[in-house]
């Protein structure tokens, strides 16, 4: 089942996060009755509320401390949507800085080049007993719900996974994304921000596996949680997080790496 509706405008989709959309606006969107817009779209992981007349997307009201992250990560067999497959997905759902739910599992596969598996650890003999990509893929939606998805690089997972479902038969995602990369650099001051510079600068997971998926979710979350404590007071809600991880001012990266300056000593 493809989405055969066209994508909301980028007018639309800043006014309903920020002033509100009116109905005719929205309407205009919709090549369908505006409730079963609304409805296609939440089944797509996107709420929108109506309030005062107007319509918003649901995470402008709702406070951080009561909002659902699902942080994600994917291990594929190659970058391009197009030929090659997940292998491997994982996934924590985070309220209030807690982890209160998991996903894990890998993907039947029958191709997976040694490169692939030297930086993953994953052959196709460890997906031959695992289920296929259109029921993991099917339940992890249904585990994601309607949580803002976060990543680290929250376009390559975000975009690998919507269009793998896209390629299945199933509706894409339209779930708030929210990328950690972002959100690191206007909140935490470090010389890169790549996850295992990250990990290892800033002591998150001592036990990570990079390149595992459930591995670089754990530190993607401590990342998260961490960058959640230097957050201006004005950003109180999920909307004015993920639109601060968009707009906010970076930090100005040190002129030296303090790893190297660690090394050295």
Same mark, same amino acid.
């Given at each position: 089942?493809?989405?055969?509706?066209?994508?909301? /405008?980028?007018?639309?989709?800043?006014? +309903?996060?920020?002033?509100?959309?009116?109905?005719?606006?929205?309407?205009?969107?919709?090549?369908?009755?505006?409730?079963?817009?609304?409805?296609?779209?939440? /089944?797509?992981?996107?709420? %929108?509320?109506?309030?005062?007349?107007?319509?918003?997307?649901?995470?402008?009201?709702?406070?951080?401390?009561?909002?659902?992250?699902?942080?994600?990560?994917?291990?594929?067999?190659?970058?391009?949507?197009?030929?090659?497959?997940?292998?491997?997905?994982?996934?924590?759902?985070?309220?209030?800085?807690? %982890?209160?739910?998991?996903?894990?599992?890998?993907?039947?596969?029958?191709?997976?080049?040694?490169?692939?598996?030297?930086?993953?650890?994953?052959?196709?003999?460890?997906?031959?007993?695992?289920?296929?990509?259109?029921?993991?893929?099917?339940?992890?939606?249904?585990?994601?719900?309607?949580?803002?998805?976060?990543?680290?690089?929250?376009?390559?997972?975000?975009?690998?996974?919507?269009? /793998? +479902?896209?390629?299945?038969? +199933?509706?894409?995602?339209?779930?708030?994304?929210?990328?950690?990369?972002?959100?690191?650099?206007?909140?935490?001051? /470090?010389?890169?921000?790549?996850?295992?510079?990250?990990?290892?600068?800033?002591?998150?997971?001592?036990?990570?596996?990079?390149?595992?998926?459930?591995?670089?979710?754990?530190?993607?979350?401590?990342?998260?949680?961490?960058?959640?404590?230097?957050?201006?007071?004005?950003?109180?809600?999920?909307?004015?997080?993920?639109?601060?991880?968009?707009?906010?001012?970076?930090?100005?990266?040190?002129?030296?790496?303090?790893?190297?300056?660690?090394?050295?000593?």
């Amino acid at each position: 089942m493809q989405n055969h509706f066209k994508p909301l /405008s980028k007018k639309s989709l800043s006014k +309903l996060a920020s002033s509100g959309l009116p109905y005719d606006t929205l309407k205009q969107e919709c090549d369908e009755d505006v409730e079963y817009c609304l409805e296609l779209w939440r /089944s797509q992981g996107l709420n %929108i509320i109506k309030k005062n007349g107007l319509y918003f997307f649901e995470t402008k009201f709702i406070p951080i401390d009561q909002g659902e992250f699902c942080i994600v990560d994917i291990e594929t067999n190659g970058s391009k949507l197009e030929k090659h497959q997940i292998i491997e997905i994982a996934a924590v759902k985070v309220k209030n800085k807690q %982890i209160i739910d998991r996903f894990e599992s890998l993907i039947c596969c029958e191709n997976i080049n040694p490169h692939i598996t030297e930086i993953t650890g994953i052959s196709v003999e460890d997906t031959k007993k695992a289920p296929e990509l259109k029921k993991v893929l099917y339940n992890f939606k249904t585990f994601l719900g309607e949580s803002v998805f976060v990543a680290h690089d929250v376009k390559f997972d975000y975009k690998f996974i919507s269009g /793998s +479902l896209e390629r299945i038969g +199933l509706l894409g995602l339209m779930n708030r994304p929210l990328c950690s990369i972002d959100l690191a650099e206007r909140t935490i001051k /470090s010389y890169r921000y790549g996850l295992k510079y990250l990990n290892e600068y800033l002591e998150l997971h001592p036990d990570a596996t990079h390149h595992r998926a459930m591995s670089d979710v754990i530190t993607t979350y401590k990342l998260f949680t961490k960058s959640l404590e230097f957050l201006p007071k004005e950003v109180q809600t999920v909307e004015e997080l993920i639109q601060f991880s968009k707009s906010g001012k970076r930090l100005k990266r040190p002129k030296f790496d303090p790893l190297k300056e660690i090394e050295e000593e």
